[in-house]
């Protein structure tokens, strides 16, 4: 940019020569790494109240229609949700190590790791178009032939509000739909990180990019984290 | 440090490039200001076309210029647009992003190329807006309750809301780069407590985009896939709750107002030391006030719905709180007043705007505790008394502290003087028009006339008219300073360094500032708002 | 607040991740999680009343916190500002449960 002209004549000119990933506006690496990290942490706060105000209107209603909402909870795939944790936490066992072999320089390594990454975000993605296919088929998706007959059939026992199944099934599918997005931008973000890796971009002086990818797919773990046993463990005794 | 006139061949942020490239692709914060500016005008006349319409309609008792749907559209729209597309960016995304790396001693925003999205999105969210307008507008009132907004209402209620929740990240994405850029980009000796109150007060405001902005904007998706999906959450025929919209709404839509009221309030801590030459009175207080608005602010949502059905003992909880919240701004007004207390004042163009920022916010506060009192918001919810509370503190105290901002920071903007008459003229105007518009309500509003109502009982007449008259007069009190702001562009005396020889580093530089801001990375050894040290500026003078 | 100049030295102090945590850790935190994960289903299937919830949120948050302490560096970052903003988040976010709930909470209708 030639609106920069200026800035040769100060002495930190020569740091921002020698480390071309080194932008204009910041005195030296450590402060763009800085404030890098500040912003990623500063942006997880934002989605903690975007995924929050979900999570308050699920809180809201599961207090009102217990027995619906455990009736609709009983009816998701616990052994699909259990799997898709598991693979989640995989994923961020690859994106931490990862981390840790662009901070050693191991570019090989790297690579591989960003790869798995990858993988196992797509085996989620993969999971849980199967998990909402099935409820497709089911009639649990609301506005496409939704019908909650069937759980208030299994459970003749219980209150069953079919309404208030509805209610959990929107929900359901916000809260997993939202975070499947989020997902999707993480694979998208972790795909041009992996294209960054193969063209030798990182090295143990600059992986910024690497670390705060990661603080983003960490926290898109957590979300899950706490999704699985809220609409999937109500009531499973 | 320079102090004759600017040369208008040195090298600026304005001349260093040219060509719509240059402009469109900048990521230099400046011009990202001037992008922000033009287009928040844009959108506050359009803001005022919908009022126009109201007022006019409203001059009579009957409903007989507009069709009881047009005016429900009409005072939706007005409302959207002045709140999301206009109040809610003006000083943060202008003044703030003009002058927060300037205050700090950067040389630019932490992340520039984010600055640029923000802007972007902006675009986005006002071109899907006005694309809404265009198809026939949105009637739900601004706050988009539902069941109405996600079942009953006809209107384009999902581009109105995707607008607003694209401009919704504009907003966060502001406050992103506000927050990094106060921690870590500070020039040496630049210490918090050396920090201008300006920039306290977009820290606080800050703070507050960042918490409360994507919980609307998952309400706001909500409702939206609630509309189109027909889902049924927020449809008590459903077992869905009306009154959970409400809370989540106004979770982001009362910390809104603080985002709204904290610039101005940062802007009038700049303006006052200054014409008073006087060091601010309490800065730690100032400052912590800020802060404790933007906490505060978010414990008092509930207040808006004290006859929505919410529990007894959540609205006593609510409106004790709400009294406290008046406690931190009840502080910087004191803390104005004491810095103009033997003070040597002069009463420029920007002085008289924070002057009458302090009366007006004044009146507008205290008429919130009016309302935060339970027995009186049952008889005044919903009628002309609240809205002419919010107006007396968003048009009285926030755009009096924008126009007060865009003169004091002309010179450094433009590198031009704006006529000071025609300034002193235009405030003057504005305090007048104003006041004429928007008293009146509180008397109507208190005698029963209902919000939102196209026609209403004749003898509310005299005041609907009085405050139509308001208006006519309010909207010259505007135009005047488009006139002669863009006259001054060219003919106005060009602008020194530091003509009102005010502190803070964004004076010690030229007029307008070289794109990187400073020669030189300053080295903060002095104080904030050192008035006691610095030379009187040659008079203001009156000339055309 | 402390004086804070953000023009960084070079002596390297207060950076994120410059700490390399092993990868032996790393895998002992994923076995952690793993086994946390197959804890919480199976204690869902066993009847502990109002506690079903307490555990399973209980155990969620263990799980987070050592995500956030391990995987995200928090444990060994000396930025306060990191721990200040996850702290303000998470104590905004139950600002917002906590007063909405109890409007619901204290309704005469339930």
């Given at each position: 940019?030639?609106?920069?002209?200026?800035?040769?004549?100060?002495?930190?000119?020569?740091?921002?020569?020698?480390?071309?990933?080194?932008?204009?506006?910041?005195?030296?690496?450590?402060?763009?790494?800085?404030?890098?990290?500040?912003?990623?942490?500063?942006?997880?706060?934002?989605?903690?109240?975007?995924?929050?105000?979900?999570?308050?209107?699920?809180?809201?209603?599961?207090?009102?229609?217990?027995?619906?909402?455990?009736?609709?909870?009983?009816?998701?795939?616990?052994?699909?949700?259990?799997?898709?944790?598991?693979?989640?936490?995989?994923?961020?066992?690859?994106?931490?190590?990862?981390?840790?072999?662009?901070?050693?320089?191991?570019?090989?390594?790297?690579?591989?790791?960003?790869?798995?990454?990858?993988?196992?975000?797509?085996?989620?993605?993969?999971?849980?178009?199967?998990?909402?296919?099935?409820?497709?088929?089911?009639?649990?998706?609301?506005?496409?032939?939704f019908s909650a007959q069937d759980l208030v059939h299994d459970n003749p026992n219980l209150n069953i509000d079919p309404q208030a199944t509805k209610i959990f099934y929107s929900l359901y599918f916000a809260l997993t739909g939202i975070h499947a997005a989020h997902m999707i931008v993480g694979i998208g973000i972790f795909t041009v990180i992996t294209i960054m890796?193969?063209?030798?971009?990182?090295?143990?002086?600059y992986h910024t990019p690497v670390e705060i990818a990661g603080l983003y797919w960490h926290f898109v773990d957590i979300v899950w984290i706490y999704l699985f046993p809220l609409l999937y463990l109500i009531d499973r005794r | 440090m320079s102090t004759t006139a600017v040369s208008t061949e040195r090298q600026n942020y304005l001349n260093s490039e040219y060509g719509?490239?240059?402009?469109?692709?900048?990521?230099?914060?400046?011009?990202?200001?001037?992008?922000?500016?033009?287009?928040?005008?844009?959108?506050?006349?359009?803001?005022?076309?919908?009022?126009?319409?109201?007022?006019?309609?409203?001059?009579?008792?009957?409903?007989?210029?507009?069709?009881?749907?047009?005016?429900?559209?009409?005072?939706?729209?007005?409302?959207?647009?002045?709140?999301?597309?206009?109040?809610?960016?003006?000083?943060?995304?202008?003044?703030?992003?003009?002058?927060?790396?300037?205050?700090?001693?950067?040389?630019?925003?932490?992340?520039?190329?984010?600055?640029?999205?923000?802007?972007?999105?902006?675009?986005?969210?006002?071109?899907?807006?006005?694309?809404?307008?265009?198809?026939?507008?949105?009637?739900?009132?601004?706050?988009?309750?539902?069941?109405?907004?996600?079942?009953?209402?006809?209107?384009?209620?999902?581009?109105?809301?995707?607008?607003?929740?694209?401009?919704?990240?504009?907003?966060?994405?502001?406050g992103l780069n506000f927050v990094v850029t106060i921690h870590r980009m500070r020039a040496p000796g630049m210490t918090w407590s050396r920090l201008p109150l300006f920039c306290w007060s977009h820290y606080a405001v800050s703070l507050i985009m960042l918490l409360a902005t994507p919980v609307i904007a998952i309400t706001l998706f909500l409702m939206v896939l609630?509309?189109?999906?027909?889902?049924?959450?927020?449809?008590?025929?459903?077992?869905?709750?009306?009154?959970?919209?409400?809370?989540?709404?106004?979770?982001?839509?009362?910390?809104?107002?603080?985002?709204?009221?904290?610039?101005?309030?940062?802007?009038?801590?700049?303006?006052?030391?200054?014409?008073?030459?006087?060091?601010?009175?309490?800065?730690?207080?100032?400052?912590?006030?800020?802060?404790?608005?933007?906490?505060?602010?978010?414990?008092?949502?509930?207040?808006?719905?004290?006859?929505?059905?919410?529990?007894?003992?959540?609205?006593?909880?609510?409106?004790?709180?709400?009294?406290?919240?008046?406690?931190?701004?009840?502080?910087?007004?004191?803390?104005?007043?004491?810095?103009?207390?033997?003070?040597?004042?002069?009463?420029?163009?920007?002085?008289?705007?924070?002057?009458?920022?302090?009366?007006?916010?004044?009146?507008?506060?205290?008429?919130?505790?009016?309302?935060?009192?339970?027995?009186?918001?049952?008889?005044?919810?919903?009628?002309?008394?609240?809205?002419?509370?919010?107006?007396?503190?968003?048009?009285?105290?926030?755009?009096?502290?924008?126009?007060?901002?865009?003169?004091?920071?002309?010179?450094?903007?433009?590198?031009?003087?704006?006529?000071?008459?025609?300034?002193?003229?235009?405030?003057?105007?504005?305090?007048?028009?104003?006041?004429?518009?928007?008293?009146?309500?509180?008397?109507?509003?208190?005698?029963?006339?209902?919000?939102?109502?196209?026609?209403?009982?004749?003898?509310?007449?005299?005041?609907?008219?009085?405050?139509?008259?308001?208006?006519?007069?309010?909207?010259?009190?505007?135009?005047?300073?488009?006139?002669?702001?863009?006259?001054?562009?060219?003919?106005?005396?060009?602008?020194?360094?530091?003509?009102?020889?005010?502190?803070?580093?964004?004076?010690?530089?030229?007029?307008?500032?070289?794109?990187?801001?400073?020669?030189?990375?300053?080295?903060?050894?002095?104080?904030?708002?050192?008035?006691?040290?610095?030379?009187?500026?040659?008079?203001?003078?009156?000339?055309? | 607040?402390?004086?804070?100049?953000?023009?960084?030295?070079?002596?390297?102090?207060?950076?994120?991740?410059?700490?390399?945590?092993?990868?032996?850790?790393?895998?002992?935190?994923?076995?952690?999680?793993?086994?946390?994960?197959?804890?919480?289903?199976?204690?869902?299937?066993?009847?502990?009343?109002?506690?079903?919830?307490?555990?399973?949120?209980?155990?969620?948050?263990?799980?987070?916190?050592?995500?956030?302490?391990?995987?995200?560096?928090?444990?060994?970052?000396?930025?306060?500002?990191?721990?200040?903003?996850?702290?303000?988040?998470?104590?905004?976010?139950?600002?917002?449960?906590?007063?909405?709930?109890?409007?619901?909470?204290?309704?005469?209708?339930?």
């Amino acid at each position: 940019m030639s609106d920069r002209a200026g800035v040769g004549e100060t002495p930190l000119a020569v740091e921002h020569v020698d480390r071309p990933e080194l932008r204009h506006h910041f005195a030296d690496v450590v402060q763009q790494r800085n404030a890098a990290s500040l912003g990623m942490w500063v942006f997880l706060a934002t989605e903690i109240m975007f995924f929050g105000g979900m999570f308050c209107g699920y809180l809201i209603y599961r207090r009102a229609y217990y027995p619906s909402f455990a009736a609709g909870s009983r009816s998701l795939n616990l052994v699909a949700g259990t799997l898709n944790t598991a693979v989640l936490i995989c994923s961020s066992l690859t994106v931490a190590t990862a981390v840790r072999a662009s901070q050693l320089g191991k570019r090989k390594q790297l690579i591989g790791l960003l790869f798995a990454t990858l993988f196992f975000g797509i085996v989620f993605l993969g999971i849980k178009g199967y998990e909402w296919h099935d409820e497709y088929v089911h009639h649990h998706v609301p506005t496409f032939y939704f019908s909650a007959q069937d759980l208030v059939h299994d459970n003749p026992n219980l209150n069953i509000d079919p309404q208030a199944t509805k209610i959990f099934y929107s929900l359901y599918f916000a809260l997993t739909g939202i975070h499947a997005a989020h997902m999707i931008v993480g694979i998208g973000i972790f795909t041009v990180i992996t294209i960054m890796a193969w063209k030798n971009k990182f090295s143990p002086e600059y992986h910024t990019p690497v670390e705060i990818a990661g603080l983003y797919w960490h926290f898109v773990d957590i979300v899950w984290i706490y999704l699985f046993p809220l609409l999937y463990l109500i009531d499973r005794r | 440090m320079s102090t004759t006139a600017v040369s208008t061949e040195r090298q600026n942020y304005l001349n260093s490039e040219y060509g719509i490239r240059s402009w469109l692709l900048t990521t230099d914060h400046k011009r990202i200001a001037l992008l922000y500016l033009i287009s928040i005008t844009a959108m506050f006349f359009l803001g005022g076309f919908f009022a126009l319409l109201i007022r006019l309609e409203l001059l009579t008792p009957a409903g007989d210029l507009l069709t009881a749907d047009t005016y429900n559209k009409a005072f939706s729209m007005h409302g959207q647009i002045m709140v999301f597309f206009f109040l809610v960016p003006s000083i943060p995304a202008v003044l703030g992003n003009f002058l927060i790396p300037m205050m700090v001693g950067a040389k630019d925003l932490a992340f520039p190329r984010i600055n640029l999205l923000s802007w972007y999105l902006y675009i986005a969210g006002a071109a899907l807006y006005i694309w809404c307008i265009m198809s026939g507008g949105v009637d739900t009132g601004w706050t988009f309750y539902t069941p109405f907004s996600s079942l009953f209402s006809n209107t384009h209620v999902v581009e109105a809301a995707m607008a607003i929740f694209i401009a919704g990240f504009s907003s966060i994405l502001t406050g992103l780069n506000f927050v990094v850029t106060i921690h870590r980009m500070r020039a040496p000796g630049m210490t918090w407590s050396r920090l201008p109150l300006f920039c306290w007060s977009h820290y606080a405001v800050s703070l507050i985009m960042l918490l409360a902005t994507p919980v609307i904007a998952i309400t706001l998706f909500l409702m939206v896939l609630e509309r189109t999906l027909n889902l049924g959450i927020f449809d008590p025929s459903r077992g869905g709750d009306p009154v959970l919209f409400q809370h989540l709404f106004w979770f982001y839509s009362h910390p809104a107002v603080y985002i709204m009221i904290l610039p101005s309030m940062g802007v009038v801590s700049e303006i006052i030391p200054c014409f008073s030459r006087k060091r601010i009175f309490g800065y730690n207080f100032v400052a912590m006030a800020s802060i404790a608005i933007a906490v505060i602010g978010f414990l008092v949502w509930a207040h808006h719905m004290f006859v929505a059905g919410i529990s007894l003992y959540s609205a006593l909880v609510f409106s004790f709180l709400s009294y406290i919240v008046a406690v931190p701004s009840a502080i910087k007004v004191f803390n104005w007043t004491a810095t103009m207390y033997k003070g040597s004042l002069s009463f420029s163009t920007p002085m008289l705007y924070a002057l009458g920022f302090i009366g007006l916010f004044t009146i507008g506060g205290l008429t919130g505790l009016f309302l935060a009192c339970l027995g009186v918001d049952v008889h005044v919810h919903d009628t002309y008394f609240v809205i002419a509370h919010f107006h007396y503190v968003m048009v009285g105290g926030a755009v009096l502290g924008y126009l007060g901002g865009m003169h004091f920071w002309w010179p450094k903007i433009s590198g031009r003087m704006y006529p000071e008459g025609w300034g002193r003229l235009a405030a003057i105007i504005v305090f007048i028009g104003f006041n004429l518009t928007f008293f009146p309500q509180f008397i109507v509003g208190y005698l029963g006339m209902p919000r939102r109502y196209w026609q209403y009982p004749a003898e509310y007449q005299v005041y609907n008219v009085l405050s139509t008259a308001g208006a006519s007069i309010l909207a010259v009190g505007y135009l005047l300073p488009i006139i002669y702001l863009l006259w001054s562009l060219r003919y106005g005396k060009p602008a020194p360094d530091n003509p009102w020889q005010a502190t803070g580093l964004e004076w010690r530089t030229a007029s307008p500032p070289p794109t990187f801001n400073f020669e030189e990375t300053p080295e903060v050894t002095w104080e904030a708002y050192e008035y006691d040290t610095m030379p009187l500026p040659e008079e203001v003078t009156l000339e055309r | 607040m402390a004086d804070h100049l953000a023009r960084a030295d070079h002596s390297d102090h207060s950076q994120p991740s410059e700490h390399v945590v092993s990868a032996g850790l790393y895998w002992l935190i994923w076995a952690i999680l793993i086994c946390a994960t197959f804890l919480t289903a199976w204690v869902a299937t066993v009847d502990l009343g109002i506690f079903n919830t307490v555990v399973a949120l209980l155990i969620a948050t263990c799980k987070a916190s050592i995500v956030v302490l391990f995987f995200m560096h928090v444990k060994y970052t000396s930025e306060k500002m990191t721990k200040a903003i996850l702290i303000s988040a998470i104590f905004w976010l139950f600002l917002l449960l906590f007063l909405s709930l109890s409007d619901y909470a204290t309704r005469a209708s339930g």
